[in-house]
């Protein structure tokens, strides 16, 4: 199964400012998914992020608010604009993969928590 | 309300079984997935089942699925301490991609 690198592991950061986040993957794929997972809560999906297109975002949320880049098969990056402590959580990369018997799976980089003060 | 429900806690004893139960609502589901978050990280996938099997085993684990009562279980034989985390229960559903996820099941273990 494909291995996602996710980073930052972590950060703190200011209320007002934007954050970057990478995920890199070690093999090519078609679509990955940006999740937010908010403290003591399921996973909430953010937008897919197809190569050579605008990324689809799910309801409530906005390219404005959380930009992303699909520059090639390998890598995207999710940027949280303009943060508040709202926005505190695990932001997690995720790829559509699939096992070895050819099953249809969804593999997790090890995710980003933000905390905004 | 939620399409993926799941009890939101579960204690067990070192050395007992755990059950996670998860119930859905679409009869479409292809795929069942069970994934395990530990403190800090991120999402594992543990095992999952096709929508037209009704039982699957790996090691100690065991998953059973009731279609017809949109029933999802996963059995942890002689769980350990290695198996506390939040266990997610997930539906993907015919003709979509996208998971639908429940609110993950805390398990605890008492020694």
């Known amino acids: 199964s494909a291995v996602i690198s996710q980073k930052p592991s972590r950060d703190i950061c200011q209320r007002g400012t934007s954050l970057t986040i990478q995920c890199q993957v070690d093999s090519q794929v078609t679509m990955m998914f940006w999740y937010r997972q908010q403290p003591g809560q399921s996973l909430t999906l953010i937008a897919t992020?197809?190569?050579?297109?605008?990324?689809?975002?799910e309801s409530g949320f906005v390219i404005d608010k959380f930009p992303i880049s699909r520059p090639n098969l390998t890598f995207s990056t999710l940027t949280v604009s303009n943060m508040s402590p709202e926005d505190s959580s695990i932001y997690l990369c995720?790829?559509?993969?699939?096992?070895?018997?050819?099953?249809?799976?969804?593999?997790f980089g090890a995710g980003s928590r933000l905390t905004v003060l | 309300g939620e399409d993926v429900e799941q009890s939101l806690f579960l204690s067990v004893r070192e050395g007992d079984s755990s059950v996670i139960n998860c119930t859905y609502t679409?009869?479409?589901?292809?795929?069942l997935y069970w994934y395990k978050q530990e403190p800090g990280a991120g999402l594992q996938l543990l095992t999952y089942i096709f929508s037209n099997m009704d039982m699957k085993q790996d090691q100690r684990l065991t998953v059973l699925l009731n279609k017809k009562d949109k029933h999802l279980s996963l059995r942890i034989a002689d769980t350990q301490t290695g198996d506390s985390a939040i266990y997610f229960c997930a539906e993907m559903r015919l003709g979509n991609y996208q998971l639908i996820w429940g609110a993950g099941t805390k398990l605890i273990i008492k020694p």
């Open positions: 992020a197809n190569q050579g297109s605008e990324a689809t975002y």
């Open positions: 995720s790829v559509e993969d699939w096992d070895y018997s050819g099953a249809n799976v969804l593999t």
């Open positions: 679409d009869s479409s589901s292809t795929y």
